[in-house]
């Protein structure tokens, strides 16, 4: 069982499909353009709800170029004054209006009619003041270096100016335009990736894939959670939702286990298990009742004793999937506790945060999910073999790795990536209100009880639960902003997560 996801594409692959797709026809390019534009308005009015939403009154540099990419940013300035009656744009034609190629040219024709005196035009020596919102579209895909000296000139000031969000349409210009967010409508040209001055990416799904297209990279979609939006059968039972086993916590790190059977408790598993420090049990039982809580024997440092390994066995043959780490800690004889369970145990396991040891990886016996962030996923397999030339944790290195134990692999970080030794995917969801402590524990239990859901598919559940997990932090920071929140707080917007995904299927 795949996830849903769409194929990135390389320049050339995106020139010949939109070659096929439109034909150098403007019949069928223009109401394509008009709906990307749409999309980029949109989706950045969301984004900019993060710091505290696009004023009534903003102001709005748009920097547009030749082509289609200038024709988006165009109409999505055009999309913004609609919303915003009282908003104002300037527009730099980076190459002056008869540069524009038709399509551009009917875009900011349309902008002229839709704007009036909300609009002036600015040349590039112009450009000075302060904006709410900058919108760069003056290079796409079909950019060569170097950038003309007036072109780079004009970016590198814009850099230095006082803007409150930075877009760039497709890929920031020339790799000049410093970007907070990227927005990539239709299609992800797979150098966005490495694109140091991107920010983030957005993926905006304009219906140009199925999902059965075919690329070793790709993009998952927030398609993904439709079926945990829908309605469940009516003979559920909670033992026919999946039962998950939690096994972590110690004295050094008490928060992380709890989180962990937090997050599981709303992934929709019907029963949770968390086998925790003796010591621990009760004030957690308190906390989150709805698990059952099994306190387990100490060592004298507040860990995981081996003496508890009856309490785990005899568990086992009730649940669907394992999860081992959050909060563990590294002393010997837990780590020994954890090697020992995992060359016995068959249910699938998803090992998190000190269980990601290279020697307990090795020693599995069953299917694992390994959720490292990039300094563990270097301890894991920094040092390995690795096809000739892949850096540590690119995508080759991580395909290569997920070979060697036949895992499946949820590498964390600014973009996370999955893999099962095929295919890589990528989301684009979340951001940086997720860094901060916790983060991986949540999504640990929410990929968790995903697992114990469905454990014949370990990479469905994976990617399901890193969607619905940085869906859930894009809503908490558009609602609450990046800094002043707590961790935790991103467990009330899964529910919310869902019902909006449901609601655009």
């Not at 026919?240 to 790190?253: A, E, I, K, N």
Request: proline residues 7%.
């Amino acid at each position: 069982m795949k996830p849903t996801s769409h194929p990135m594409l390389s320049c050339e692959q995106a020139g010949r499909l939109e070659a096929k797709r439109f034909a150098g026809d403007e019949a069928r390019e223009w109401p394509a353009m008009q709906q990307a534009g749409r999309a980029v308005a949109a989706a950045v009015l969301n984004d900019f709800r993060e710091i505290g939403g696009f004023p009534a009154s903003g102001r709005v540099l748009v920097l547009a170029g030749k082509g289609h990419n200038g024709g988006d940013a165009l109409l999505a300035a055009g999309a913004i004054l609609t919303a915003f009656p009282a908003a104002r744009v300037d527009l730099v034609l980076a190459f002056g209006a008869r540069a524009l190629r038709p399509l551009a040219t009917r875009a900011y024709r349309s902008l002229v009619a839709l704007a009036g005196d909300r609009l002036a035009l600015l040349p590039p020596a112009a450009v000075h003041g302060s904006w709410d919102l900058c919108l760069d579209g003056v290079f796409g895909f079909q950019f060569r270096a170097p950038a003309g000296p007036a072109v780079a000139a004009l970016l590198e000031r814009v850099n230095q100016l006082p803007v409150r969000l930075r877009a760039a349409v497709d890929l920031p210009s020339a790799g000049l335009f410093r970007a907070d967010f990227t927005y990539a409508p239709g299609l992800v040209k797979t150098p966005v990736i490495a694109a140091g001055n991107a920010g983030r990416i957005r993926y905006l799904d304009l219906g140009f894939f199925t999902g059965a297209e075919p690329g070793n990279d790709r993009v998952l979609t927030a398609a993904l959670l439709a079926p945990l939006a829908a309605l469940r059968p009516a003979s559920s039972d909670k033992r026919s939702q999946g039962h998950l086993l939690v096994l972590g916590g110690s004295h050094s790190y008490p928060g992380a286990v709890l989180m962990t059977v937090l997050a599981a408790l709303r992934s929709g598993a019907g029963l949770v298990t968390a086998l925790v420090p003796a010591s621990l049990a009760p004030a957690f039982a308190a906390r989150a009742p709805e698990a059952m809580w099994v306190a387990w024997p100490e060592t004298p440092a507040g860990g995981l004793a081996l003496a508890g390994r009856p309490l785990l066995e005899a568990r086992l043959p009730r649940a669907t999937a394992l999860v081992i780490g959050p909060g563990l800690g590294c002393e010997a004889e837990t780590l020994a506790l954890v090697l020992d369970l995992v060359k016995s145990v068959r249910l699938p396991v998803l090992l998190d945060a000190d269980a990601l040891q290279p020697e307990i990886v090795r020693a599995a016996k069953t299917r694992l999910v390994l959720t490292p962030h990039a300094g563990e996923f270097v301890r894991l397999a920094g040092g390995g073999r690795r096809r000739a030339g892949a850096a540590v944790g690119s995508s080759d290195h991580l395909r290569a790795f997920c070979r060697q134990p036949g895992a499946t692999v949820v590498l964390k970080g600014p973009v996370t990536r999955l893999s099962e030794g095929g295919a890589v995917y990528h989301s684009f969801f979340g951001g940086p209100v997720l860094a901060r402590g916790g983060s991986g524990d949540l999504l640990a239990g929410l990929i968790g009880g995903l697992l114990a859901q469905t454990p014949q598919a370990p990479l469905l559940a994976a990617s399901r639960g890193v969607v619905w997990h940085g869906i859930a932090a894009d809503l908490l920071a558009r609602a609450h902003g990046q800094t002043a929140v707590a961790t935790t707080q991103l467990l009330d917007f899964l529910s919310v997560a869902l019902r909006e995904s449901g609601h655009e299927q």
